[in-house]
């Protein structure tokens, strides 16, 4: 296991920095953040100063040596807009997405099972007709507008929750709502699917044969069997989540990395939005080794390491 | 072959080490008018219509026939798996005086492992992949003896060592892809006799294996038999393996039993022709480059089986009575007449025997057949 976590951190090092790397280009073609800092009527040798104070008047090859001197020292370099660490605001910022994040997954997946199983014990019932209509208009509807739709109804027309912000458990209603439909579509439409499967195999019936009842057969059975290709698209989703609720975060001025990002690219702060890009790239890597143990955790056949015959 | 009537034979307590003072030859199962619909696209469709036999303890009865021909459907209904598309529509399942087709899906649980275990052809998929052997081994006593994990698994190394599975102790931890075919097989035996049944089914148990692994299924089929003084039921296309294996046997065509009886009486004497084709099928005394014989044409589809005899389309014999009105199930054969009219006193079951019964025949087993002409047979 051990063996497998390192080399799978070592497999990951090169993407990192071909992430930052990327990025570090592009946030350069953007244009000069001098003509956002300094005011509009400020001279030429003003602009020259500036650009110079912070070295980008070197070449981008120089400008990125630089950079990766001070990664590799854990220096991240400061933000542009406040001065600060650019380090310690991503990670000042994470937290409220990861929060954000593993709440909705896990409500996400939670009602996913429940419907998709649901709908899964008799194909083409009832209830699995209403869960794929459900699922279907969930997995449909733009975040960005079911946002605006809910602050409107919810927050200014009824009043019950607040626009924007994160004061208190009822600030949490409206983004969470909004980030989970999309992912609980998504995800009882495969969990529907892989049920289906799983409960048509022999191994379902020898269960019955051996006086498993309905609820032992779907839960200990079945569920195990379907959760692998659940279990990708949620991961999947979660990466979502994690590095872009941008427009959720930006709708509801949620405080994550998400809005961070574009607060950082709106604002040439390039040094913040390479330690926030950076950041969220670590966290997705960890986030798939997860999902891989996850698997072996499932079942026995894809487990790195063979267990002792 | 224990097929002879003999009243001495059941006063004398042979299975009394079986479960539940089981006799040997006691009727264990009895299934009659047993129909299956399958419900298609293209409408209902009756997969096993009317089928009658009994199952007796520390005995096998063979339902022998070729693929689609309802033996694996039977298998399923009796032992309350069929499938969500098929509906038991008719019939009675009575084991050991409960009638299963009467009882609701949660009823039947309580019987699914204690009175009934089957084994399925394929082992690999009949197992569930992400669970040990040994989960899956004591899940059973689990759920009806209520055993923790701990005992439950101290059962499971019991019965792998009854069925014959090398190092039980450390094999217990594996999963079943880590397991030849034939130990794979034994494994699903294994669970299938874990609480003792009266009735194990063995639906194409060898199929799936090579020749030298299926003698030892069999052999092994056999062993637990007699411990347990199971009455097992053999589904099976193959002819060798009924003959030295079954002590009665139905053959099946079409959904319908055709024709029953003890294996040795139905071999050497088939009252149906398409038994007879069956057997003459086996290669005996041919040459390389010399014709196999076989039954022209194919079985008919289920939507389209015909209203007279399943078999006109390829009966040799086939006439116009063949055409207009279906064959019952009636008495055939030589020994149609009872030798031993004692069996009938000793157990009350026994004057309902399987198939149709003309009144007084109660030999056992009843050697039936349903043709208009079963008498016209000759077997040269």
């Known amino acids: 296991m051990l063996t497998y976590l390192r080399k799978r951190i070592i497999s990951s090092a090169l993407p990192l920095v071909v992430v930052v790397v990327g990025v570090f280009a592009l946030a350069r073609m953007t244009g000069n953040p001098a003509s956002l800092y300094l005011p509009l009527n400020a001279t030429q040798q003003m602009r020259d100063d500036f650009t110079a104070r912070n070295g980008l008047d070197q070449p981008l090859l120089v400008q990125m040596a630089d950079y990766f001197g001070g990664v590799l020292r854990l220096d991240f370099g400061q933000s542009l807009r406040t001065g600060q660490d650019a380090a310690a605001m991503a990670l000042r910022a994470f937290p409220a997405t990861l929060q954000l994040a593993a709440t909705t997954m896990v409500l996400a997946v939670v009602l996913a099972v429940i419907v998709g199983c649901w709908a899964a014990l008799k194909p083409n019932g009832v209830a699995d007709r209403i869960s794929s209509f459900i699922s279907m208009a969930a997995a449909s509807i733009p975040d960005f507008w079911l946002a605006i739709v809910g602050i409107w109804i919810f927050a200014i027309t009824l009043g019950w929750v607040p626009t924007s912000g994160v004061s208190g458990a009822s600030a949490w209603v409206l983004p969470i709502a909004t980030l989970l439909l999309r992912p609980f579509g998504v995800l009882v439409q495969i969990v529907r699917g892989s049920m289906v499967s799983a409960l048509s195999e022999p191994y379902i019936k020898l269960a019955r044969s051996r006086g498993a009842g309905e609820l032992r057969v779907v839960t200990h059975h079945a569920l195990r069997n379907a959760a692998a290709p659940a279990l990708t698209v949620a991961g999947d989703l979660t990466v979502g989540l994690v590095n872009g609720a941008v427009v959720v975060e930006t709708i509801f001025g949620w405080p994550g990395i998400g809005k961070l990002m574009i607060d950082s690219i709106l604002q040439r702060d390039f040094a913040v939005l390479q330690a926030a890009v950076l950041l969220t790239a670590v966290a997705i890597f960890a986030l798939n080794i997860l999902i891989d143990m996850g698997y072996a955790l499932l079942d026995a056949r894809v487990r790195p390491v063979t267990v002792k015959a | ?380």
């Open chain 2, 1 to 380: 072959m224990k097929t002879a009537a003999d009243p001495s034979t059941r006063q004398n307590p042979q299975g009394s080490a079986g479960p539940a003072g089981a006799q040997a030859h006691d009727v264990v199962l009895q299934v009659s008018d047993l129909a299956v619909d399958i419900r298609t696209h293209r409408g209902t469709v009756r997969a096993v219509n009317s089928v009658g036999f009994e199952a007796r303890a520390g005995e096998t009865l063979a339902l022998l026939g070729e693929s689609g021909c309802g033996k694996s459907m039977t298998a399923k209904a009796l032992a309350g798996i069929m499938d969500p598309v098929c509906d038991l529509a008719d019939g009675r399942i009575v084991l050991n005086g409960t009638d299963l087709a009467a009882l609701t899906p949660k009823e039947r649980l309580k019987f699914a492992g204690p009175e009934l275990g089957i084994v399925f052809q394929d082992a690999l998929t009949a197992l569930n992949p992400v669970y040990t052997v040994g989960t899956q081994l004591g899940e059973a006593f689990r759920i009806h003896r209520g055993l923790n994990a701990k005992q439950a698994r101290a059962e499971a190394i019991d019965l792998m060592k009854r069925v014959g599975i090398p190092e039980p102790e450390s094999r217990v931890n594996s999963y079943p892809h880590q397991f030849s075919g034939g130990m794979r097989q034994r494994i699903l035996i294994a669970m299938a006799v874990a609480l003792n049944p009266r009735l194990l089914i063995a639906d194409e148990p060898t199929t799936a294996l090579d020749v030298t692994v299926q003698a030892q299924i069999m052999q092994l089929l056999r062993k637990l038999r007699e411990e347990g003084q199971m009455a097992v039921i053999l589904i099976t296309h193959d002819l060798a393996v009924v003959a030295e294996e079954a002590d009665s046997v139905a053959v099946m065509y079409a959904g319908n039993v055709v024709e029953s009886g003890p294996v040795a009486e139905v071999f050497a004497d088939p009252r149906h022709p398409y038994t007879k084709g069956l057997l003459e099928s086996v290669p005996v005394h041919l040459e390389r480059g010399d014709q196999l014989k076989s039954i022209p044409g194919s079985p008919p589809e289920l939507h389209d089986i015909p209203s007279g005899c399943v078999y006109q389309s390829r009966c040799p014999m086939v006439q116009d009575i063949c055409r207009a009105e279906r064959p019952a199930l009636r008495p055939a054969g030589r020994r149609r007449t009872p030798s031993g009219t004692a069996t009938a006193a000793a157990d009350p079951e026994q004057t309902t025997s399987a198939g149709t019964n003309d009144g007084g025949a109660t030999v056992r087993p009843v050697r039936t057949a349903a043709c208009h002409f079963s008498e016209e047979i000759t077997n040269a």
